[in-house]
């Protein structure tokens, strides 16, 4: 397994549309794994490929508190919404920035698992908020676009001064 650099907003690969999946093979479960160690280490609780750099509808999650919840969804699309909930959400490619943001409060999902197995999935809370953002990010749209434009100014300002100190 090997550790993926994240992409830091606002990079403007972390917009690229991810491409759907063909054949979930030995590379994408190899993904997969690397993917899962890079949330970990990071660490957080979803990955999408977009982040590493890589456009295939891909995505890792796992919300339990000790790391044994891990979930892949594969080619993942949301088949029904319901309910309002506001989240503070945080992002591994938006290091340091937590705002609320307004999602579903449910979701379902077909999805394939990593051995190309076709699943549905209906979530709420947490891993609902979890599976919304991580798909956006295969669409190209990070968190903080929900965001008025005066904030996302802020933290594109606060990124780019840490930039250079970091630098």
Sequence with gaps: MALLPILRFPDPRLHTRATEVAVVDDSIRQ?????????????????????????????????SEDQTGLMALINAEIIERSGEQVCE??????????EKVTRAER????ALNEKGEPFELEAEGLLAVCIQHELDHLEGKVFVEYLSQ??????KSRLAKKARITA
């Design 31 to 63: 993904l997969v794994k690397d993917m899962a160690e890079t949330m970990y280490e990071a660490p957080g609780i979803g990955l999408a490929a977009t982040q590493v750099d890589v456009h295939k509808r891909v995505v890792v999650i796992d919300i």
């Design 107 to 110: 979701v379902r999902v077909k």
């Design 89 to 98: 959400e945080g992002c591994l490619s938006v290091p340091g920035v937590y």
């Design 150 to 155: 005066l904030k996302l100014g802020r933290i």
